[in-house]
């Protein structure tokens, strides 16, 4: 069954700082992952999608990469600002038809 | 993108009583939809899927007869929380995913439940 782990759970730097948060899987034959941002009492907004055949993807500020064989994937955000505050999330699949298994987080806090 | 909606995106309810939240896709037919529910800095945890016109598969740990997940068609699912107690609430989230779109899976925007 494929777990995810997110590390570290809590994260805070000064603006324009650039950083890394961390994700690991337990399943290497994954189908997909996904970044998404969460912010305070709100839904999901999806960030990055990474394909299995794929090692990156970019998005503006974000890079993410994927690691099948190591069972990682790390989003990057170059340059952070305040708005960037907010609770990033990483979610797996292992089949085209099976539901997301989410991480637990790294809430992210940009100081000004 | 598709658009998957929730309603409400947030409710209160007395405890004992029952809620019910829907999620409907509004530009695509969702074959399947998962409900998951995230309490308080926690992950978000899968409760079911549903595949339309069949009935929801539950994890493991969730109450079948207490979440109530009816998916009668293609664009509507419903998660009905039955006699409701202030430990059930929690953010509710449906995601769905249609045939047309591939493997993708859009999220809706959530729904507060505050069971007092």
């Known amino acids: 069954k494929q777990e995810v782990t997110q590390i570290p759970a809590a994260l805070s730097v000064p603006e324009g700082e650039n950083l890394v948060l961390n994700c690991s899987f337990t399943?290497?034959?994954?189908?997909?992952l996904q970044w998404f941002r969460q912010d305070p009492g709100k839904g999901l907004t999806s960030l990055l999608l990474?394909?299995?055949?794929?090692r990156e993807q970019t998005s503006g500020r974000l890079n993410a990469s994927l690691d099948k064989s190591s069972g990682r994937s790390t989003l990057y955000i170059a340059a952070s600002q305040p708005g960037d505050s907010a609770t990033y999330l990483c979610?797996?699949?292992?089949?085209?038809?099976?539901?997301?298994?989410f991480g637990k987080g790294t809430r992210l806090s940009v100081i000004a | 993108g598709a658009v998957v909606s929730q309603h409400p995106s947030w409710v209160i309810c007395k405890s004992g009583t029952s809620v019910k939240i829907e999620c409907r896709s509004l530009?695509?037919?969702?074959?399947?939809m998962f409900w998951y529910r995230q309490f308080p800095k926690q992950s978000l945890m899968l409760m079911a899927t549903?595949?339309?016109?069949?009935?929801?598969?539950?994890e493991q740990g969730v109450e079948k007869d207490k979440f109530l997940i009816n998916h009668a068609s293609l664009t509507l699912s419903t998660l009905t929380v039955t006699s409701a107690h202030p430990e059930d609430s929690s953010f509710y989230i449906c995601?769905?995913?249609?045939?047309?779109?591939?493997?993708?899976?859009?999220f809706g925007e959530g729904s507060w439940l505050t069971v007092v």
């Open positions: 995601s769905a995913r249609g045939a047309s779109l591939g493997n993708t899976i859009y």
């Open positions: 399943d290497s034959a994954i189908y997909n």
């Open positions: 990474i394909q299995s055949s794929q």
């Open positions: 979610a797996g699949k292992v089949s085209g038809n099976t539901p997301l298994v």
């Open positions: 530009d695509f037919q969702a074959t399947t």
């Open positions: 549903s595949n339309e016109g069949s009935k929801a598969t539950y």
